[in-house]
């Protein structure tokens, strides 16, 4: 089965609807210039009522990787997301820290697919990261732009990535296009943000459970 991330959480009816709806996991957006930014407190009271099965997932962009682990270890997150920006392999690099203990989160990085570098994600994909993402993001804005990336120049480069390490797509999705999704990348996983949203920040919840159903019809013709 698809594995799906239901991303910008700020709420715990939104979180709550999400759980219902057959969703794997839900993202909590630590980054204060995000429209969808939730304070850790807030977002602790939050994972405390989720069931333990639910992936909770916080994500990040410049944080230093002992703050990272610190907001992981306060909230009660089991992986975090981390986005590294256009050429910038000491960050990678920087990364392979949050997996020195088995208390450590689970790590998922975050490449924006319009500026793949072949070299940086091949070394990541050796590495011990739980998942690799590929978003339509930015440095300016990473995340929950709305916009899908060029899926053809993509899509051989994540059949590559797929042989070794579980690859998530993400940027733009909807629950009109995942399905068109799922046949093109055959990914390991989807997360949508905005494309569900009915306000950045307020999820629909009509939206959420339509995505997820989408994606499971999606799973039946593959």
Same mark, same amino acid.
């Given at each position: 089965? /698809?594995?799906?991330?239901?991303?910008?959480?700020?709420?715990?009816?939104?979180?709550?609807?999400? @759980?219902?709806?057959?969703?794997?996991?839900?993202?909590?957006?630590?980054?204060?210039?995000?429209?969808?930014?939730?304070?850790? +407190?807030?977002?602790?009271?939050? #994972?405390?009522?989720? &069931? !333990?099965?639910?992936?909770?997932?916080?994500?990040?962009?410049?944080?230093? =990787?002992?703050?990272?682990?610190?907001?992981?270890?306060? =909230?009660?997150?089991?992986?975090?997301?981390?986005? @590294?920006?256009?050429?910038? &392999?000491?960050?990678?690099?920087?990364?392979?820290?949050?997996?020195?203990?088995?208390?450590?989160?689970? @790590?998922?990085?975050?490449?924006?697919?319009?500026?793949?570098?072949? *070299?940086?994600?091949?070394? !990541?994909?050796?590495? /011990?990261?739980? !998942?690799?993402?590929?978003?339509?993001?930015?440095?300016?804005?990473?995340?929950? /732009?709305?916009?899908?990336?060029? %899926?053809?120049?993509?899509?051989?480069?994540?059949?590559?990535?797929?042989? /070794?390490? &579980? @690859?998530?797509?993400?940027?733009?999705?909807? &629950?009109?296009?995942? +399905?068109?999704?799922?046949?093109?990348?055959?990914? %390991?996983? #989807? *997360?949508?943000?905005?494309?569900?949203?009915?306000?950045?920040?307020?999820?629909?919840?009509?939206? #959420?459970?339509?995505?997820?159903?989408?994606?499971?019809?999606?799973?039946?013709?593959?």
């Amino acid at each position: 089965m /698809t594995w799906i991330k239901i991303c910008g959480i700020t709420n715990l009816e939104d979180a709550l609807t999400a @759980v219902d709806a057959g969703a794997d996991a839900l993202g909590f957006v630590f980054y204060e210039k995000s429209p969808r930014n939730i304070d850790p +407190g807030k977002a602790r009271e939050i #994972v405390q009522k989720l &069931p !333990a099965r639910i992936e909770k997932i916080g994500v990040f962009v410049d944080d230093p =990787v002992e703050q990272i682990r610190e907001i992981a270890r306060q =909230v009660g997150l089991t992986a975090v997301q981390v986005y @590294v920006g256009d050429g910038e &392999p000491k960050r990678g690099q920087e990364l392979l820290l949050l997996n020195e203990s088995e208390t450590d989160p689970k @790590v998922i990085v975050v490449f924006p697919a319009e500026h793949l570098e072949e *070299d940086l994600l091949v070394t !990541a994909a050796k590495k /011990t990261f739980y !998942a690799l993402m590929l978003d339509s993001g930015s440095k300016t804005m990473p995340g929950g /732009t709305g916009k899908t990336f060029q %899926w053809n120049k993509a899509q051989a480069m994540v059949e590559f990535l797929s042989a /070794t390490v &579980p @690859v998530i797509v993400a940027g733009g999705l909807t &629950p009109l296009n995942v +399905g068109e999704a799922i046949g093109f990348f055959q990914p %390991w996983g #989807v *997360d949508v943000s905005s494309g569900v949203e009915a306000k950045p920040g307020k999820k629909d919840s009509e939206k #959420v459970r339509a995505f997820i159903a989408a994606v499971r019809n999606a799973e039946k013709v593959k």
